[in-house]
């Protein structure tokens, strides 16, 4: 079920997203190479999570807007330790690009 939201809001917010700046873009060229960030962004976004997720964390889902990325981690703890939280920006900016500034981790403690 997750899996199947995961994937739904995923194609949602890419479609709103190209949609937006569709309405702002009149080159084709551009809409090309936003084609190919937003394809880039998705295929960002699942490296980042399965690699998250070989760390050990059960489920983990990462969003990549407008540089930014958004990591969402399930924990048994009742927060992330110092190192998980490097572990997690280190896969970001190794993967992504992505600024240390513009990762933002978000963990929600789930119970087993």
């Known amino acids: 079920m997750l899996q199947f939201c995961r994937r739904r809001y995923r194609s949602e917010r890419k479609d709103r997203e190209?949609?937006?700046?569709l309405r702002g873009e009149t080159k084709f060229e551009s809409l090309a190479a936003l084609q190919e960030q937003i394809?880039?962004?998705i295929e960002n976004e699942a490296t980042i999570e399965n690699l998250i997720k070989a760390k050990g964390f059960d489920e983990c889902v990462a969003i990549i807007s407008e540089g930014n990325c958004s990591v969402v981690v399930s924990i048994t703890e009742p927060s992330l330790?110092?190192?998980?939280?490097a572990q997690i920006k280190e896969i970001v900016i190794d993967t992504a690009g992505i600024v240390p500034s513009a990762i933002k981790i978000i963990s929600r403690t789930v119970s087993t």
């Open 39 to 41: 394809a880039k962004d």
């Open 81 to 85: 330790a110092a190192n998980q939280i």
């Open 18 to 21: 190209f949609l937006r700046r």
